[in-house]
């Protein structure tokens, strides 16, 4: 392979891992939507949906005894509701989507198997946990929607995203000189997985409070919403006054991230623009945290908080592989 045809691979491979790592994200949205709708359950069946492949619009579609012959762990199901079965079909639909985008990326990794095969095993990895990923959609439907398995199923997502993210940074590896090698100061490292590892932690606080406000909502039957932050505990206000510490820490990363901009023209334009959009997601998602906490949880709210939160964290990996890379490549 020559380097010229390396660098058409690389560059092609790259821009399709973005068009995947971006319908992932789409994926993380709407299943966002599906668990804040409460359509989770807007298909009792796994793979089809009330035994058919194309959804039912209306009831009618439907045989009379439908709520027991597609009972779930033994309990019947609730009314038929045409919105929350489409929208749970629409995020299955987008998922197989995303199987198809990863198969295809893993594909186009094949091309560096001799020259990189790190990039090709990543995307194997990748592949295979979308298979996973599948799986496990079809265990939250017949466990009714257990929270410790959504939570779980939500975190594969984000490791599918570091994955892909790590096989496309190495791409840029056939476009870099080694000229622009540069050394990775212990100032500019040390923030990134600081402010990395601590954005893990607080991801899975919040899945923790989601999965008492998942069954608060069930015990109180949707009802007395301004009541249910209170019932959490303390769980919800470790979550929220450890928001500061991650606020904190993300503001002593970006400032020195932009002092290693200035050193190295060749990252500062990436650095600038990744940087504003962290600083962005920071901004609305304090914002949209601070709105469910004074305003009893806005449906609308929760997976906005949910996207921003996993927006953050693919960012935060970004901006350290990123760096890490090009301050490590030959």
């Given at each position: 392979?020559?380097?010229?045809?390396?660098?058409?691979?690389?560059?092609?491979?790259?821009?399709?891992?973005?068009?995947?790592?971006?319908?992932?994200?789409?994926?993380?949205?709407?299943?966002?939507?599906?668990?804040?709708?409460?359509?989770?359950?807007?298909?009792?069946?796994?793979?089809?949906?009330?035994?058919?492949?194309?959804?039912?619009?209306?009831?009618?579609?439907?045989?009379?005894?439908?709520?027991?012959?597609?009972?779930?762990?033994?309990?019947?199901?609730?009314?038929?509701?045409?919105?929350?079965?489409?929208?749970?079909?629409?995020?299955?639909?987008?998922?197989?989507?995303?199987?198809?985008?990863?198969?295809?990326?893993?594909?186009?990794?094949?091309?560096?198997?001799?020259?990189?095969?790190?990039?090709?095993?990543?995307?194997?990895?990748?592949?295979?946990?979308?298979?996973?990923?599948?799986?496990?959609?079809?265990?939250?439907?017949?466990?009714?929607?257990?929270?410790?398995?959504?939570?779980?199923?939500?975190?594969?997502?984000?490791?599918?995203?570091?994955?892909?993210?790590?096989?496309?940074?190495?791409?840029?590896?056939?476009?870099?000189?080694?000229?622009?090698?540069?050394?990775?100061?212990?100032?500019?490292?040390?923030?990134?997985?600081?402010?990395?590892?601590?954005?893990?932690?607080?991801?899975?606080?919040?899945?923790?409070?989601?999965?008492?406000?998942?069954?608060?909502?069930?015990?109180?039957?949707?009802?007395?919403?301004?009541?249910?932050?209170?019932?959490?505990?303390?769980?919800?206000?470790?979550?929220?006054?450890?928001?500061?510490?991650?606020?904190?820490?993300?503001?002593?990363?970006?400032?020195?991230?932009?002092?290693?901009?200035?050193?190295?023209?060749?990252?500062?334009?990436?650095?600038?623009?990744?940087?504003?959009?962290?600083v962005g997601c920071i901004s609305i998602e304090i914002?949209?945290?601070?709105?469910?906490?004074?305003?009893?949880?806005?449906?609308?709210?929760?997976?906005?908080?949910?996207?921003?939160?996993?927006?953050?964290?693919?960012?935060?990996?970004?901006?350290?592989?990123?760096?890490?890379?090009?301050?490590?490549?030959?």
């Open positions: 392979m020559t380097e010229k045809s390396t660098s058409n691979d690389a560059i092609r491979f790259r821009r399709f891992g973005i068009v995947t790592i971006a319908a992932i994200y789409i994926l993380i949205a709407v299943g966002g939507i599906v668990r804040a709708t409460g359509s989770g359950m807007g298909c009792p069946d796994f793979p089809t949906c009330f035994g058919q492949w194309i959804p039912p619009t209306d009831i009618s579609q439907l045989p009379a005894d439908y709520k027991t012959q597609f009972a779930v762990q033994g309990k019947e199901i609730a009314d038929f509701n045409a919105v929350h079965t489409w929208t749970e079909y629409v995020n299955r639909l987008v998922g197989i989507l995303i199987g198809m985008l990863i198969f295809v990326t893993f594909l186009l990794s094949a091309k560096f198997w001799n020259c990189d095969r790190r990039i090709t095993f990543l995307s194997v990895a990748a592949f295979i946990l979308v298979a996973v990923q599948g799986a496990l959609g079809a265990i939250v439907v017949k466990t009714n929607l257990q929270p410790v398995i959504i939570t779980f199923h939500a975190a594969l997502a984000l490791v599918i995203v570091m994955l892909i993210v790590i096989a496309v940074i190495r791409s840029y590896k056939f476009e870099w000189k080694s000229a622009d090698a540069v050394a990775l100061p212990v100032q500019v490292g040390l923030p990134m997985i600081v402010s990395l590892t601590l954005l893990f932690l607080q991801i899975v606080l919040g899945s923790q409070v989601r999965q008492a406000v998942d069954e608060i909502h069930k015990l109180l039957a949707g009802q007395s919403r301004e009541t249910w932050l209170e019932s959490i505990g303390i769980l919800f206000y470790v979550h929220r006054s450890f928001s500061l510490v991650v606020l904190g820490v993300h503001l002593w990363m970006l400032y020195r991230l932009r002092q290693f901009a200035f050193q190295h023209p060749a990252l500062r334009s990436f650095l600038f623009r990744w940087g504003g959009i962290m914002i949209s945290g601070a709105v469910m906490g004074y305003f009893a949880i806005p449906p609308a709210m929760q997976p906005i908080h949910l996207f921003l939160g996993s927006v953050m964290f693919g960012v935060d990996f970004l901006l350290y592989m990123r760096v890490r890379t090009f301050a490590n490549h030959t």
